[in-house]
């Protein structure tokens, strides 16, 4: 007897508040809505098992319970780069200070400055960069921490995003029978 393998597909919205589009026109609920909307189709009407891979921890609330949330927020805060940020630009600026600030009103004045400094240096040079850097980052987390389902084939992979090109393409490149398309056409053998 020939089993029929369950169709898999996968909608990447890794920052669903960038859509593809240049400009940011559609607002976050909608996108999250649309997001949650093409998920819950393919689940329910194609009998699809359906993968939604995301970075942002919230407004999933409405995902269908067969739709599988992975999200990759909590890894991308445990990453090397951003962790490295962190060290050098809050804490360690923090535990030097800290003895300072204690002794009254010239140490708050310090500690002002210093929380003042940290979040210059954390808004002006770091975020600019990781903003480049953050697809990169995030396809590389995704790597490791999606997992590699044999028994159901990849046969769809919708980017939301801009910052979900790159793991599209590695997927892409993984699964070559695989569909990979930004298009959010409600159908299984639609074309890219």
Do not use: C, N
């Not at 909608?11 to 809505?33: G, I």
């Not at 951003?82 to 500690?111: F, S």
């Not at 002002?112 to 975020?127: E, I, N, Q």
Request: no cysteine; proline share 8%; hydrophobic share 40%.
């Amino acid at each position: 007897m020939d089993a029929v393998q369950t169709p898999r597909v996968m909608v990447l919205a890794l920052d669903p508040k960038l859509s593809m589009d240049a400009a940011p026109s559609v607002e976050p609920s909608r996108q999250y809505r649309r997001i949650i909307g093409l998920a819950g189709h393919f689940a329910a009407e194609e009998g699809a098992r359906v993968d939604v891979v995301t970075a942002e921890p919230g407004g999933w609330k409405g995902l269908d319970e067969r739709v599988r949330l992975h999200r990759l927020d909590g890894a991308e805060a445990r990453h090397p780069l951003t962790w490295l940020e962190h060290t050098l630009v809050i804490r360690v600026p923090r535990l030097l200070v800290r003895p300072v600030a204690r002794l009254g009103r010239p140490g708050r004045r310090l500690d002002r400055a210093r929380t003042t400094a940290s979040l210059a240096v954390h808004r002006r040079l770091f975020l600019p960069f990781y903003r480049h850097a953050r697809p990169l980052v995030l396809s590389r987390v995704a790597r490791r921490r999606l997992p590699d389902d044999a028994d159901a084939p990849l046969v769809r992979v919708i980017v939301m995003d801009r910052t979900s090109v790159p793991l599209a393409r590695r997927l892409a490149r993984r699964h070559p029978d695989a569909v990979v398309t930004t298009r959010q056409d409600r159908d299984l053998t639609a074309k890219p």
